[in-house]
Nanobody, 126 residues
């Protein structure tokens, strides 16, 4: 069992930046593949970015490539999402997710996660 707590969301103007953080409980953080997802009102949850257990591999949704960067610090039980050049269409609730299932470790775009945070709101004004 792992508990995830996100922070760092807020209101920002288009073109601005935010850094989201997600801290996990427990002592086996390095055994979890981690991901960031987002959900806008009236829309389905969307994969944003994933990072392998070691942090050596990352992947991104096409819509955020070149603007967002995922990273993790296994010593701090934390995963981060640096978001630059934000656009109004990035507005959503952002959630981090964790899993030990093999599918997301193999395919980082997989949504096959079993632990989710409560989410943090990101609002980008035009």
């Amino acid at each position: 069992q792992v508990q995830l707590v996100e922070s760092g969301g807020g209101l920002v103007q288009a073109g601005g930046s935010l850094r989201l953080s997600c801290v996990a409980s427990g002592r086996t953080f390095s055994s979890y593949t981690m991901g960031w997802f987002r959900q806008a009102p009236g829309k389905e949850r969307q994969f944003v970015s994933g990072i392998s257990r070691s942090g050596g591999r990352t992947d991104y949704a096409d819509s955020v490539k070149g603007r967002f960067t995922i990273s993790r610090d296994n010593a701090k039980n934390a995963v981060y999402l640096q978001m630059n050049s934000l656009k109004p269409e990035d507005t959503a609730v952002y959630s981090c997710a964790a899993t030990r299932l093999i599918n997301p470790e193999v395919d980082l775009t997989s949504q096959d996660y079993n632990y989710w945070g409560q989410g943090t709101q990101v609002t980008v004004s035009s």
